[in-house]
């Protein structure tokens, strides 16, 4: 019923810069939070940012001051721009978003997408 696809991911030097987008379709009511997670190699999934229906947002201490979320209500379509990347940024960068579709309203469910790959090299 709903799809999250990302893009942007890609190999980038230390210090370079790269933009996720991700965009949902489907049967859409609404859209609540979005946000994005990441997974490292051998790691758990770990939250990135967020951000809520009205610009609320919320960041994981690793991406403070470098990464910046944002979103197009208009597009169902959240970004992530990401600055001064760091080797240890390398992971899998995955799209969540809580979904009201059309045919669950009132209630709404977790949607993620199945991710873009982002590699830093030093």
């Known amino acids: 019923q709903v799809q999250l696809v990302e893009s942007g991911g890609g190999l980038v030097q230390a210090g370079g810069s790269l933009r996720l987008s991700c965009a949902a379709s489907?049967?859409?009511?609404?859209?609540?939070?979005m946000g994005w997670y990441r997974q490292a190699p051998g790691k758990q999934r770990e939250l990135v940012a967020t951000?809520?229906?009205?610009?609320?947002?919320n960041y994981a201490d690793s991406a403070k001051g470098r990464f910046t979320i944002s979103r197009d209500n208009a597009k169902n379509t959240v970004y992530l721009q990401m600055n001064s990347l760091e080797p240890e940024d390398t992971a899998v960068y995955y799209c969540?978003?809580?979904?009201?579709?059309?045919?669950?309203?009132?209630?709404?469910?977790?949607?993620w997408g199945k991710g873009t790959l982002v590699t830093v090299s030093s």
């Open positions: 951000i809520t229906s009205i610009g609320r947002r």
């Open positions: 489907g049967s859409i009511f609404s859209i609540n939070a």
């Open positions: 969540n978003a809580g979904v009201v579709t059309t045919t669950s309203r009132p209630y709404g469910m977790a949607y």
